[in-house]
């Protein structure tokens, strides 16, 4: 028996701009499962009150103005909260700054350009992979990504490559085989292949697999200069 009335993600909002603070509040209200418990200017005001407030998933400017900017927020936010998600907002269409961050710290981290949030299943998908300690990055930077030359992610077969992209897009294994017509078991061995493939193991740390999948595949891909 299904919950019809589950629990709603309580999500904190960090920007500096008040009219696109408003507007992200305004495309967060328009989903049943989102309540938002805090709205921020600055990081010092967010790192002063949002412990308390106790979110599942704080949605970050990367480029804040003040000391800190909004992955460095996020990890102090981590400190006090290390089961927070984060979803960082960004004009910038290379995902370096999560590619960056080391594998035991980066579950959890989505990647969500600004100009996607009036996009409601997009934001939401962001927002609950990273409650659930996953990676989500924005479709638009998943379609613009290329495998680098000889990398490990260039020698996946073709469905191979769309399954991680669309793991990488925060979908689950059913939401893939809807969206290539095949069934879950299909769905479920073409990922085992992946794993398989980029010699990803099960139990690498007790980082999920996935995590370290959509790692792999930011750090063997570069975006094409021709969009």
Same mark, same amino acid.
């Given at each position: ?9 309580? !999500? ?23 309540? @938002?418990?805090? +709205? ?6 967010? &790192?002063?009150? /949002?412990? =308390?407030? #106790?979110?599942?998933? +704080? ?11 909004? /992955? ?5 936010? *981590? ?40 996009? !409601? ?9 990273? +409650?659930?300690?996953?990676? /989500?990055?924005?479709? +638009?930077? /998943? ?13 996946? #077969? ?7 992209? &669309? ?6 294994? =059913?939401?893939?085989?809807? %969206?290539?017509? &095949? ?6 061995? %073409? ?12 139990? =690498?740390?007790?980082?999920?697999? *996935?995590?370290? =999948? @959509? ?13």
């Amino acid at each position: 028996m299904t919950d019809e009335n589950p629990e709603k993600v309580r !999500v904190v909002v960090v920007e500096d701009e008040g009219l696109y603070r408003d507007l992200v509040r305004i495309a967060l209200s328009q989903h049943p499962r989102l309540e @938002v418990v805090g +709205a921020y200017a600055d990081a010092e005001s967010a &790192l002063a009150e /949002v412990p =308390a407030l #106790a979110p599942a998933v +704080a949605i970050l400017d990367i480029e804040l103005a003040g000391t800190l900017n909004g /992955v460095q927020l996020g990890l102090r936010l *981590r400190r006090e909260l290390p089961e927070i998600g984060v979803v960082l907002l960004s004009n910038h269409r290379d995902p370096e700054f999560l590619s960056s961050l080391p594998a035991e710290t980066i579950a959890g981290w989505s990647y969500l350009l600004k100009k996607s949030v009036g996009d !409601v299943e997009a934001l939401w998908r962001a927002i609950e992979g990273a +409650a659930a300690g996953l990676v /989500v990055l924005d479709s +638009a930077l /998943v379609t613009d990504m290329q495998p680098r030359t000889n990398s490990s992610v260039s020698k996946l #077969a073709p469905r191979q490559r769309e399954i991680l992209g &669309l793991i990488a897009q925060g979908l689950s294994n =059913a939401a893939i085989a809807e %969206q290539l017509t &095949l069934s879950e078991k299909s769905v479920e061995n %073409q990922i085992n292949l992946v794993y398989q493939n980029l010699a990803i193991q099960r139990s =690498a740390g007790g980082i999920h697999p *996935r995590v370290i =999948a @959509v790692l792999r595949y930011m750090q063997d891909s570069r975006i094409s200069p021709y969009v």
